[in-house]
């Protein structure tokens, strides 16, 4: 977070009476709490270790130096990450009840998740991108998607993530907090912080709204505008093998992506405030990064052929 934010939040701070927040999370399970804590750590353990093998076998596995497999374990480190930002602290508040945040923390946490969030979309748009070169200029590819390039196109995202959530975020820290100071959610976000708010809605709501347009509504269209480019070229292919080889270069990547826009509209479809909020989220937030992993594994005939190639994993070595 840039210090300009950072000043920001302190002054918020100083000008606030709320100085923490309380993350309600599912504390109206009462006993199913305990349960849920060990299937959610289940899971984040299965979606850290599922997304870092990926990274691995990029890493070490020659096969696998390409600049699909590339975004691909990108894409693993970015969602590991998004993932590590919410968990551990609803996993401390499902078994320890440590349901307080303090003010600057909350924010920090918004911040971090959404821009890694938004950050994700971009990915899908550059792994579109990369598919769509790649068949429709198999023999350009090479020569364009450099080293250099990829990396550029990588941290593309990153940038564009932390632009887009940078306006909204300082309008929403210069709102006025006088309690209550209850958030009804497992993690901080904008919606349930701005219900908080003591201060006028009208124009924070406007940005808020057009960041998340940019955010998901954006790479959305021009994730299925290249989607239906490649459709196209396939469709204008000869043989039904070229079109099955071609569809079977994005098959795993169209997966990954129709599966997070489904739950990311899902999400912010229902209206704010549902008690189906939390549960979509949770879906949202950790059963699609959990998956992913495992779609490109099953749905990838290079990755399972690298997974049960005989070797000695080392992750940090090996190169892109």
Do not use: W
């Not at 551990?88 to 009840?97: D, G, K, Q, R, S």
């Not at 941290?155 to 306006?167: A, C, K, Q, R, S």
């Amino acid at each position: 977070m840039s210090k300009v934010a950072s000043s920001n939040l302190m002054d918020k701070v100083n000008k606030t009476s709320v100085e923490e927040f309380i993350l309600l999370a599912f504390s109206d399970l009462y006993q199913l709490q305990i349960p849920l804590f060990f299937v959610i750590l289940l899971i984040y353990i299965t979606c850290v270790s599922g997304n870092l093998s990926i990274i691995c076998l990029v890493r070490v596995e020659t096969s696998l130096h390409t600049p699909m497999y590339f975004f691909i374990s990108t894409l693993a480190a970015t969602e590991m990450m998004c993932v590590s930002c919410i968990i551990p602290n609803l996993l401390a508040n499902l078994i320890a009840a440590k349901d307080r945040i303090s003010f600057i923390g909350c924010f920090t946490q918004m911040f971090t998740t959404d821009s890694l969030g938004t950050s994700v979309c971009y990915l899908l748009v550059v792994m579109a991108f990369d598919r769509n070169l790649a068949i429709s200029s198999p023999l350009q590819y090479s020569s364009i998607m450099t080293q250099t390039l990829c990396i550029q196109l990588a941290v593309l995202p990153v940038i564009v993530g932390v632009v887009t959530l940078f306006i909204p975020f300082i309008f929403t820290a210069k709102l006025e907090f006088c309690g209550p100071n209850e958030v009804n959610h497992f993690y901080c976000d904008f919606a349930p912080l701005q219900s908080l708010a003591c201060s006028d809605l009208f124009i924070t709501k406007v940005i808020t709204i057009c960041a998340a347009s940019c955010a998901v509504a954006l790479p959305f269209i021009i994730t299925v505008g290249i989607y239906i480019h490649i459709i196209f070229i396939i469709s204008k292919l000869n043989s039904i093998e070229s079109k099955q080889k071609a569809f079977s270069t994005c098959s795993s990547h169209l997966t990954v992506a129709g599966l997070f826009y489904i739950t990311a509209s899902t999400v912010n479809v229902v209206p704010k405030g549902s008690i189906y909020d939390r549960y979509l989220a949770l879906i949202y937030t950790v059963i699609t990064p959990l998956l992913n992993p495992f779609i490109y594994t099953f749905r990838n005939k290079d990755v399972k052929r690298a997974l049960i190639k005989p070797r000695r994993l080392k992750c940090f070595q090996g190169s892109f």
